[in-house]
């Protein structure tokens, strides 16, 4: 039987994750973050990302913005980071900064993996903490009917480096908890089950807690465009600031 997961929420599948997402253009995507927010930024900001996982994003993002923060709650996902910028592990919702920020970010839905309104709202207020006067913060989140297209390939595989792993997405329409199951083996054969877990909140849920918290939104994009985001979209990309 597969081992239980460990307290490192990524501990297996970071040895997978680049395989998972060799799918994504990073340089595209940093492209994309750096047209939405170059307007709104002062000259040399300071940039910390949250949630960066193994570093893909910021490894195009650092070749912009010199001062660059990557952080992650794994630390062995920041183990198979090999990029630029300082890496310090640590919680979206445990942000370990006194210093101001003039861009902070978070990218692929990773805000979805806080299972609460609660956690959300404390988030967005620590975010609010360290964020300096005229900073503007982004992040993009899943909405429920990407949940409904993800259960279209409900059931993968694949093998990268030796690894073999089975991936089960599953999404629970009443809850709005959507999860996805991986088996990873090893080359040694042994085999571990690590399940991750994600909220899937509502539209206006991020209008209402950015209120709650001293944020205001000053965009709201469809994903990777300049098109309005709906409660329809698949994905949607927000870019806030703080209240005066």
């Not at 949630?51 to 010199?66: E, M, V």
């Not at 923060?69 to 062995?76: E, F, K, P, R």
């Not at 299972?115 to 989140?141: C, R, Y």
Request: contains cysteine; charged residues 25%; hydrophobic residues 35%.
């Amino acid at each position: 039987m597969p081992s239980k997961k460990s307290t490192d929420p990524y501990l297996h599948v970071s040895n997978i994750y680049a395989h998972l997402m060799d799918f994504i253009s990073y340089k595209w995507w940093a492209k994309y973050l750096y047209s939405i927010t170059k307007n709104k930024l002062i000259k040399n900001p300071r940039v910390l990302e949250l949630a960066a996982g193994n570093g893909s994003l910021a490894n195009h993002l650092t070749k912009i913005y010199k001062n660059y923060i990557v952080t992650d709650i794994s630390l062995n996902m920041l183990k198979h980071n090999d990029g630029n910028g300082r890496k310090i592990c640590c919680d979206m919702i445990a942000i370990p900064f006194k210093t101001k920020f003039d861009l902070i970010l978070s990218s692929f839905d990773s805000i979805n993996y806080l299972m609460s309104k609660q956690k959300v709202l404390q988030h967005f207020k620590q975010v609010k903490n360290i964020l300096s006067d005229d900073g503007i913060f982004t992040f993009d989140t899943a909405l429920e009917s990407n949940s409904y297209k993800h259960q279209k390939t409900a059931l993968n595989k694949g093998r990268t480096k030796g690894f073999k792993f089975v991936r089960k997405s599953i999404f629970n329409p009443k809850t709005k908890i959507h999860k996805n199951v991986f088996t990873i083996t090893y080359p040694n054969g042994k085999e571990y089950l690590e399940t991750h877990t994600q909220k899937i909140y509502s539209f206006d849920t991020f209008f209402e807690l950015a209120e709650k918290s001293g944020l205001y939104v000053v965009n709201c994009y469809k994903a990777f465009s300049f098109t309005k985001g709906k409660a329809t979209s698949d994905r949607v990309q927000f870019i806030m600031k703080r209240k005066a």
